[in-house]
């Protein structure tokens, strides 16, 4: 059997009044270099959710988050720099903090900025065709949350 990468990505979004929410995307410099998703690995005996919490505060310094759902869709990809598949679970996730966010916490400097845009300009600005087919379907599954 073909050891796997077990990785979370998540949809992190903000709720603006009668406005519609704006999504965080990461511009990504290690490795390659283009827009994602705040994506990572689980770590041995780790469960998704823990990740998922673990990897915001890593990668952006937010502490205020809500988990609102696992999105009903994986993405699958290989992985060139480990040279393994990775299986990747992907959520929902409200940022309910005001602070803004930061990147100098995380040991890895595998991004060199973000942002914080509507939906459309995610899918624009997404890197990779299964990102922005994963996106699409938490949109979906955002919706029929509300």
């Not at 796997?4 to 903000?14: D, E, G, P």
């Not at 919490?53 to 205020?64: A, G, P, Q």
């Not at 940022?95 to 995610?122: I, Y």
Request: proline content about 3%; charged content about 30%; overall charge negative.
């Amino acid at each position: 059997m073909v050891e796997k990468v077990l990785r979370i990505v998540t949809v992190l979004f903000k709720q603006r009044p009668v406005q519609e929410p704006v999504f965080l995307i990461l511009h990504r410099c290690l490795n390659w270099s283009g827009w994602e998703l705040l994506k990572g690995q689980l770590e041995p005996s780790e469960i998704a959710e823990e990740a998922v919490k673990r990897e915001i505060l890593e990668e952006t310094s937010l502490k205020n988050i809500r988990v609102i759902k696992q999105v009903n869709q994986k993405m699958n990809f290989f992985d060139k720099v480990q040279q393994k598949e990775s299986e990747v679970f992907g959520f929902l996730v409200e940022v309910l903090d005001e602070k803004e966010v930061s990147l100098v916490n995380n040991p890895v400097k595998e991004h060199d900025g973000f942002a914080w845009v509507n939906a459309k300009t995610v899918m624009e600005k997404l890197k990779f065709e299964n990102t922005r087919q994963f996106f699409a379907v938490a949109l979906k599954e955002m919706e029929e949350y509300k």
